[in-house]
DNA sequence: CTCGGATCTGTTGTGCACATCATCAGCCAG
DNA sequence: CTGGCTGATGATGTGCACAACAGATCCGAG
């Protein structure tokens, strides 16, 4: 593997897809917001119907929704269906460590103590809560490996794709503070490497579920403000 | 609603892809089995690119998987992934009551008895498992109502699509026995109708948990077996 | 007889032209 | 002024022809 000289058709799908999702999460594209085909596929250097193919994907997945004759929207989460979500991930982190454990090895330690560098260095940059997004992106997808429990993993890392877009677009809003945001997600990052450079993934698991919590607490608390 | 007398583009795509779910999941593709898009066209009376979208989402929702000049196939789970597959569901079950229970209202009801019935009233028939697996997939369907959490009930029934799956297979192969997995599954709906006409959801979740704890028991007994 | 390579066949992937549908602006009747 | 109608517009949906690709087949050299 590696050889990336040539990229294949599939591959070229693939990587178009994990963009858009990556866009979607990191809300580039606002939930809610419409998706132009041809725009879209001006902008790749294809043509409609490759990019349509990954679209109907991402439609299976849930993050997409296409309407004839109006257009393609990224899928919203009304305040009961994030609540939904936030109480499966609160009972999701405890199983993760519970059904299947996987002891990290050295090269997800390593991972997990460069996801911690960059979250003390990050500082806050008032008009684009983006680069914490893309940490805590990051963090997931690192995270989703300390289970070898693929359908469970994959199924949180869903959970996180809809409350992080939502979460995020709170930081957007101003509804979040982002400087306590990011140093509330600094610090679970130490906990974690802590825990995990102990061998620990129950405490792991605690300490993450615990941010979760306090995360959804804060979420609606100023969505009750708001 | 109700007015079925023009099914619009959307509505026709949907039900494709209604259709396509059912025939994977009650085994009319087998695991690993190779779809022709040009048949698939033929059957349904539409050109290859519609068919194409809808194939697409199957696979951005994990049943299918396509390879450039090759085909589209089914995706098959491993012996692991199985094991993964039920031991969440094992866990689901017990979610399912204990976060969002909804009570099942009159016409709800009905529908299980109905289910009741028509598990009381099917006989095996050795050359197709089929009735017993299209009772089964009602069954889930019905039960997906019980708890107003969407992405749980949602993601349960994706579970069971899953390992439902290996299960049929398993019918099919005789691994298991037919006769006695049609008294079990009687059995079953007829004590959880029993728990819901108490409007005792979380008893109803304790019996559908044994039964699948059980059903996986057996399953795997089956499989050191063979 | 064996092995290697060209070829052949069937598959999914791609591009393009057109059909179908929903929305909105503008206009005309009332 | 109001209300509904009609057309224009732009969106996704569809069909078809062809390209790219993988595997099987066939043929010939050794």
Redesign the pocket.
Known sequence: MGAEG?P???D??DALEAELRARICLLDYAPGE??????L?AEF?????????V??RLEGAGLLV???????FVTELDDEELDQAYALRLELASLAARLDPALPDPEALSRFRHLAERARSLRPNPDSPRPLAQLIYDFIQAQALLSTNRPLMDFATHLYTQTARLWVHSLYTSDLDLAEEIQLFAREVEDILQALEAGDLEAAALIHRAHVSLSWRRLRARRGTG
Chains 1, 2 share one sequence.
């Open positions: 040539t294949s058709a599939l070229r799908a419409r998706l132009s085909e041809t725009e596929a250097g294809i043509s409609r119907t490759p990019l349509r193919k679209l109907a296409s309407r004839h004759g109006v257009g393609t």
